[in-house]
């Protein structure tokens, strides 16, 4: 995992080459780490109506999909306006397998990077008895080969 | 002797995107821009000729489209695709290459191509899911609704849609009957009520369980893909397919040699790019690859599987200067001149 100076390093390039990178570590860090960068927040979450959510796994993945082709392609990115996506309830792209290839194809570019966001790892949590939480799934999810191209630690 | 200053004799264009994506790419919306960017060098114009004359005689056939990185592999399938599958004249308006155009324009007008284009980049899954046939089944979904909408409920691709078409056209008294005795089982209904109630895919996943259409659901690689070929040409009056994969790369350093997935991969390159074209299925396929192409798949000597195209190498390294050159600035009038003196 490579530290949030390295991912420092990475924002403050002239261009980008199709980033879409793990972030593992706080919202407030990460920000810290863009600087001055001009970002903008997704919330998975927010791509759901509650009165109205899908029926099963497939209509799930196939909204989420959807929802997050639209969402990008409606988001402006060019020389002028360098931007950061950060994004939030990542752990549902995993549940429903939906992948990140809407962001390669979508939104990254020479001037566009997604930084997913993966908080509340690090936290200990008091889980009871009958409860395992496995803390490197989604993890291992993300830094498969093809799936996200740096992953880049608060803690380092 | 004055030479002129530069900026009289050269202007900048805006700076190119460097990091095309193959999606946005082969939209209707961008189709001009990307095949206007596009520079034609000699052997560049080659590569088109050879894939376009396959396409003009209807003649299937594999291309293993390989490169370094940045060497230009999307914008050379995104500018091929454009111009196989937008049927507007600006498109063709748009090439910068004369030759390509005196030669392909009408004759490719004339061949009606059914398209199956994705990048594997992001498509990567640490479980069970990472499979090339399932990605290439819901990729062909993808193309009907994005190509060919009036086709969606037509078309029958993955297992579910089979078994629930082999229920409706397929099943003799007997099998029926024992779809009823599953569904009174399992659901306490009949199957047309499970049917009404959950929708049809939720049907067809149901009679996939039950394992009675099994042997029915045409479950090889080449049976699936000649089903789906002959409902697209036939249904949708396709003169063939034209299956183009991205970034293939990423989906070879997951797979070794010697894997069972490696061994899928083979399998279903093999089927698109063999297999049919010689039982008369006219399915083109590009495999754009920094990697090198599986020895299986290269034909070894019994004829060719892929053709293997190399961008920019070796002796055409030079053409990358050119293609910098045009995207990057405009000649003036009687530039040629000026640039002799300097």
Known sequence: MKTAADLAALTRQKTWDKDVVLWVGSEHALLHTLGQLSYTVLDLLDLFDEDCLPMDHEETQAHLRRGLRRHLQSLQAGSERRTVLIVKSIGLLARYHAGVREFYEWFCGDFAMVVLLLDGLLEERPWPEEVTCDTDSLLKYFDTPGVVKQVFGEKG | MDIRPLNRIITVKPEPQT?????????????????????????????????????????GQGFWVQAEYGAGKTH??????????????????????????????????KVKIFPVAFSLRGMGESSDSDSLMRIFEEQIGESIQTFAPELDEQVKVTSPELAA???AEEASDDEKAGVANFFRREHACTPEEYRAQSGLRKFGQELVRSKLPEGRLRGKFKERFAFIYEQ??????????LFVVDEFRSWQDRHVAGTAAYAEDEEILETLAFVLPSQHCNITTLIASQGDMPQKLSGGGEGDRFIPLYL???????????????????????????????
């Open chain 2, 232 to 241: 697209i040409t036939k249904v949708g009056g396709y003169d063939g397919m």
């Open chain 2, 76 to 109: 050379f399938l995104g500018t091929l695709i454009d111009l196989l599958i937008w049927d507007d004249a600006a498109v063709w308006d748009a090439v910068r290459d004369a030759e390509i155009k005196s030669d392909y324009a009408a004759a490719l007008a």
């Open chain 2, 19 to 59: 990091t095309p994506s193959l999606a946005q790419a082969i939209t209707r919306a961008k189709a001009c821009e990307t095949v206007s960017d596009y520079h034609f060098t000699p052997s560049l114009r080659a590569h088109f000729q050879r894939v376009f004359e396959c396409i003009v005689h209807r003649k």
């Open chain 2, 165 to 167: 078409h082999w229920y």
């Open chain 2, 312 to 342: 920019l190498a070796d002796k055409n390294k030079g053409d990358f200067g050119e293609i910098v050159g045009f995207r990057c600035r405009e000649l003036s009038q009687g530039a040629a001149t000026d640039i002799k003196d300097y």
